[in-house]
């Protein structure tokens, strides 16, 4: 509650001075916090506080202290934390971790490194890695790989409005304005509606995300839709 009005530092206290033994959801809980206000320094400093209270971190741990370090700019302790996921803590890196370890890499601008990660991956990327790339792209005007990610996420996911928002942002931030509007105007044809803000909870050692509109759930309705040609984008 604290955290989620900004009070970080109320928060901390109640953590802190809290009775019951704090288990990983507890530290994930707090980690989350510093994590979305941008502390990521503090939140390195509270995973080691965490396993030396004897608590394990779990993969859900991971990705709040990846994405502690994308929101903060630690790009270093970023690649640290996620070369010694497998041998510091017994996770092996999914597709999650890799989706936060683009966002990472990609916000600093660094792509010759993001491209040699994106190469270890040991399967197709999925909508969260290809959506992570696709925003760093959108920061950094990189047309040529947001283009070949937008095509990708549109054959993967046709109804996912991340491919047709963030590439027609690439073109607008270009000042290719007509271009833009194509991509728009692809979207209301097929009928792509904008995601709803969502927000997330633990359970049983798994994110469950959820909208206002809807009930917890830890799964997709996947819909059936007609496939269409993805049109080439229109970069010359």
């Not at 971190?57 to 903060?72: E, F, K, Q, V």
């Not at 510091?88 to 966002?103: I, N, R």
Request: aromatic residues 4%; proline residues 3%.
């Amino acid at each position: 509650m604290y955290a989620k009005c900004g009070c970080l530092d109320a928060g901390r206290l109640v953590f802190d001075a809290t009775s019951v033994k704090k288990d990983v959801v507890l530290w994930n809980t707090m980690l989350s916090a510093l994590a979305q206000h941008g502390r990521g320094e503090e939140a390195i400093r509270m995973v080691d506080e965490m396993i030396c209270s004897g608590v394990k971190p779990n993969r859900i741990t991971l990705i709040i202290l990846l994405h502690a370090c994308s929101h903060s700019g630690l790009v270093q302790e970023g690649l640290r934390v996620f070369e010694s996921m497998t041998l510091s803590h017994g996770v092996v890196p999914d597709q999650e971790h890799y989706a936060c370890l683009v966002d990472i890499l990609g916000r600093a601008g660094d792509f010759d490194n993001l491209i040699n990660q994106l190469q270890k991956l040991p399967c197709e990327p999925n909508e969260q890695i290809l959506s992570a790339l696709l925003g760093v792209c959108a920061i950094h005007g990189n047309m040529e790989l947001g283009k070949t990610a937008a095509e990708q996420l549109m054959k993967l996911e046709p109804q996912s409005p991340a491919a047709y928002v963030l590439l027609s942002s690439i073109h607008a931030t270009l000042g290719k304005w007509d271009s833009a509007e194509q991509f728009r105007e692809l979207m209301e044809k097929r009928q792509v509606k904008k995601e709803q803000g969502i927000s997330w909870i633990e359970q049983q050692n798994n994110l469950h995300t959820f909208t206002v509109s809807e009930q917890l759930a830890g799964h997709h309705e996947e819909e059936e839709e007609e496939e269409e040609d993805v049109p080439s984008s229109p970069i010359d």
